[in-house]
Nanobody, 116 residues
């Protein structure tokens, strides 16, 4: 089993946007649900949201209305569109299986820093 590969992080001002990408270790259409997670310094990793093969999404309350998860089977990629970013969104972002599935091996993640 390979690792998820996340990309697209960076430094952005509060109120700005970023789009993260994730390449899974295998075919994305063989994974029932995939999710985005984040871990801020000194905090536990938390679920940001997930999406299943039917396109049904779930988000944690703090990102509802600002973040959007999508999956492109043709490009074998999972995305996280983040808008109206806040300082508290700063974290390392990871992708993995969805919240109700046992996680696979974690990738390196991609760091997002939101500045004032």
């Amino acid at each position: 089993q390979g690792l998820f590969v996340e990309s697209g992080g960076g430094l952005v001002q509060a109120g700005g946007s970023l789009r993260l990408s994730c390449a899974p270790p295998g075919r994305i259409d063989a994974i029932y649900a995939m999710g985005w997670y984040r871990q801020a310094p000194g905090k536990q990793r938390e679920l940001v949201g997930d999406i299943n093969i039917f396109g049904t999404t779930n988000y944690t309350d703090s990102v509802k209305g600002r973040f959007t998860i999508s999956r492109d089977n043709a490009k074998n990629t999972l995305y996280l569109q983040m808008d109206s970013l806040k300082l508290e969104d700063s974290a390392v972002y990871y992708c993995n299986t969805g919240a109700r599935s046992p996680p696979w091996a974690w990738g390196q993640g991609t760091q997002v820093i939101v500045s004032s």
